[in-house]
């Protein structure tokens, strides 16, 4: 089975601060592929990045990157310099592959960022 | 490509009607899935097509929720009789090749059952 673990329910920063997102995951899979993605108040899911399970090497995205760890199996986001643009609420999500079977997108509860002036 | 284009956007019935949600997958996506967003329980999948056909259905919550995706590009969630606890959002998302590629998402539904 698989798990998607978002233990901050919500994060407020004022703006220009520094926040990271938190994200822990369980899976049996010998592949998988994380997920992270973005509903801003508007309602809309939007996709932000996907990483698989081979690929260990960090990224950044402007003023977005991600930290993957296999080893606490934690793939947190961070924003730097938040904006009150990026206030939204925060999914993390797990997609597997064992053995030929692929297993279905599994996601978070969420974190709500809350960025203020 | 204008993304997945679901309708209505929102959608308010009265309990025991008939409610269909629509949904028209990105153009070439062969990869088609529906959720619903409660407060509650969160994202959850309800079922998902693969080159139309129905390949996993277990999260259909129960038999007054059926889907169907007639051709490529369209499919609709149907349920029949509705009732207040079937509020929620309804999002539709495709993707393309594979369960673990990035499926893009629709711009929901708001369903409310009084």
């Known amino acids: 089975a698989q798990k998607v673990t978002q233990a901050q329910t919500e994060i407020s920063v004022v703006e220009k601060e520094d926040v990271t997102l938190d994200c822990v995951y369980e899976t049996r899979d010998t592949t998988y592929y994380l997920f992270w993605y973005k509903q801003p108040p508007s309602g809309e899911l939007v996709f932000l990045i996907r990483?698989?399970?081979?690929?260990?090497q960090n990224e950044i995205s402007g003023r977005y990157s991600w930290n993957f760890q296999k080893s606490t199996s934690s793939f947190n986001f961070t924003i730097t310099a938040s904006q009150v643009v990026d206030s939204a609420v925060y999914f993390c999500a797990l997609s597997g592959r064992n053995t030929g079977t692929a297993s279905k997108l599994t996601f978070g509860t969420g974190t709500r960022l809350q960025v203020t002036l | 490509d204008a993304g997945v284009i679901q309708s209505p956007r929102h959608e308010v019935t009265e309990m025991g009607q008939e409610v269909t949600l629509r949904c028209k997958p990105i153009?070439?996506?062969?990869?088609l899935f529906w959720y619903r967003q409660t407060m509650m329980r969160g994202l959850e999948l309800l079922i998902y097509?693969?080159?139309?056909?129905?390949?996993?259905d277990s999260g259909m919550p129960e038999d007054r929720f059926s889907a169907k995706m007639p051709n490529a590009s369209f499919s609709t969630l149907k349920i029949q009789p509705s009732e207040p606890r079937d509020s929620a959002v309804y999002f539709c998302?495709?993707?393309?090749?594979?369960?673990?590629?990035?499926?893009?998402f629709g711009q929901g539904t708001r369903l409310t059952v009084v």
């Open positions: 998302a495709s993707s393309f090749r594979s369960l673990n590629t990035e499926a893009f």
């Open positions: 097509f693969n080159n139309n056909v129905p390949i996993d």
């Open positions: 990483r698989n399970s081979f690929d260990e």
């Open positions: 153009s070439g996506h062969d990869y």
